[in-house]
């Protein structure tokens, strides 16, 4: 089985549930359903870790304490970016370091995600330009301001035009079981987020409807 | 304004949402609606930090690396206790040390609650002993072989009798957003659960019924 190595993106400021959401969606899927395949990684599609600028502590919201697994420097390649938001994404959107990793890490990636805010660091390297997508309610203007010719969507829960955006916080939970199902199958989804006692809102909210034209 | 403080016990192989998702309601609470009073902890009702039995890092399923606020030793009081599930809440059914830590602290605690299987926990310790409660789906009869005298209960969210338990998982969140509104109102567990862009069902499915007859 080939598993997809799925990055991460931690940082001071973090929004706990943007990246623990997600982390425990991509860790916790298997391909077999219940329990017990979760008791060991053997039927784990995905690949899941950490990554920050530097290997040290990052301190999230609320003072949540994470040891990144990789630093930029030593990170393995990336199959799928998960951009997490948080208020610690504000001085990100003028670092030039972590800006140039992402658009990196994001053009070797089969996928760009992001959660909450962390569309406003997609944004500011031009990943949602001439794009719909979405973030927490109290960024939409902030997003449009930064991406001026993206279609900024208030409704769905996440939108998937190219970049995968969801809406704030918990939204990423319903972001990551979305993409769960399209690379592995909606039961393989079903059966994660009953294991997790999750309730998705049919499809998620998924907006699935074409780009406007340019 | 009294804060108050909010311990979450973490040890190797504890589930990520299980502590991630509470540790996000109860650390985002704030007195005051909307974005802006979350840039700060003036408004904070509580103080969330991680307990582990030792200041090492702890991993958490999936290999999320958390470095615990405090220790078993240095830990300061603790209002409201926290146990989160796992994999992990396993072997700590024999751990003296971590299983007494829990009973010092659920008896000075004003409120004990638990997440997925840590019900396991405070039903080895006597704690659900006469008592309605919930877990994870999976661990339901497991539940009731350690709490021979408890009503488990299948279909809540979670459970408040005295111990307030919640289902698996992501039944964390509904169980904290309970316990911010009985604390401190329905519009400050509404407006914690609007910035997170969470939704609940109703009430969150909570089984207020009375208590059977022991």
């Not at 995600?113 to 203007?141: D, F, N």
């Not at 969507?153 to 995968?164: A, L, Q």
């Amino acid at each position: 089985m080939t598993t997809t190595n799925v990055g991460i993106l931690i940082f001071d400021g973090v929004e706990v549930l943007d990246f623990a959401g997600p982390f425990e969606v991509f860790s916790r899927a298997r391909l077999t359903p219940g329990v017990e395949s979760r008791r060991s990684d053997d039927d784990a599609p995905f690949n899941v870790f950490t990554v920050a600028k530097y290997h040290d502590e990052v301190v999230a919201t609320g003072g949540l304490r994470v040891i990144p697994e990789y630093s930029f420097s030593d990170a393995p390649s990336i199959d799928l970016l998960l951009v997490p938001g948080g208020f610690g994404t504000r001085p990100l959107l003028d670092d030039t370091e972590t800006l140039e990793w992402i658009r990196a890490t994001a053009a070797r990636a089969s996928r760009v995600t992001s959660v909450c805010t962390g569309a406003l660091l997609l944004a500011k390297i031009g990943l949602l330009e001439q794009r719909r997508a979405t973030t927490h309610w109290s960024a939409l203007a902030l997003l449009k301001s930064i991406a001026p010719t993206a279609t900024v969507e208030s409704e769905p829960r996440f939108v998937d035009d190219v970049v995968v955006s969801s809406a704030g916080v918990s939204a990423g939970i319903d972001m990551a079981l979305y993409v769960v199902a399209q690379m592995h199958g909606e039961d393989v989804a079903a059966d994660t987020a009953r294991y997790m006692d999750y309730r998705r809102d049919g499809d998620g909210g998924c907006s699935r409807k074409a780009p406007p034209s340019p």
